[in-house]
């Protein structure tokens, strides 16, 4: 797969697949970007299980912090990673020992690591490399336009209301 670009139904599709995400590398600092994309999947109705073995224990978010994937009691359908890049293969060998295996492996922006790709869709998991979820999200509802940046849809369709103030949701087909 060309994982330098990535059409929007193949991230619009994994959006709607998916209903766990394990954030590894999830932060408490309400600064950092992983804190923003854990408060914004949740509030897009996403459960969400942060990873952090120096935060395990505590909650993220009202979440639960586990140390690793291996201990999230239930079945996570992506893992979204904040961690260096050098770390995703061992990240990647964790969620193909999962069982269930994860559908997805989604690198955040500036991770890739072209090697764990390929190992993980050889199990079988759509990947994702330097992208963002929480943007990939707003600009496929059409949030992102909001605050002036181009979202590269065009469509007539009314948004999707979910609840809470001015949330949009993804279209379930194509327009």
Request: hydrophobic residues 40%; charged residues 25%.
């Amino acid at each position: 797969m060309d994982h330098d670009r990535y059409s929007d139904d193949y991230v619009r599709d994994i959006l709607h697949s998916v209903s766990t995400v394990a954030v590894v590398g999830a932060s408490a600092n309400a600064v950092r970007p992983s804190y923003f994309v854990v408060k914004y999947l949740l509030a897009k109705g996403y459960r969400v299980f942060p990873i952090n073995p120096g935060q395990a224990g505590g909650t993220i978010l009202d979440q639960p912090v586990f140390r690793s994937l291996s201990d999230i009691p239930e079945p996570i359908d992506m893992v979204d990673i904040f961690r260096r890049s050098d770390a995703v293969p061992t990240i990647v060998a964790e969620a193909i020992a999962l069982q269930p295996r994860p559908k997805v492996i989604w690198m955040q922006l500036g991770i890739r690591n072209d090697d764990a790709a390929a190992e993980a869709e050889e199990a079988g998991m759509q990947v994702v490399m330097d992208r963002c979820p929480k943007i990939e999200y707003a600009r496929l509802s059409g949030e992102i336009s909001w605050s002036g940046v181009n979202s590269r849809q065009i469509s007539a369709r009314r948004p999707l209301r979910q609840q809470g103030v001015q949330h949009l949701g993804l279209h379930k087909s194509k327009p």
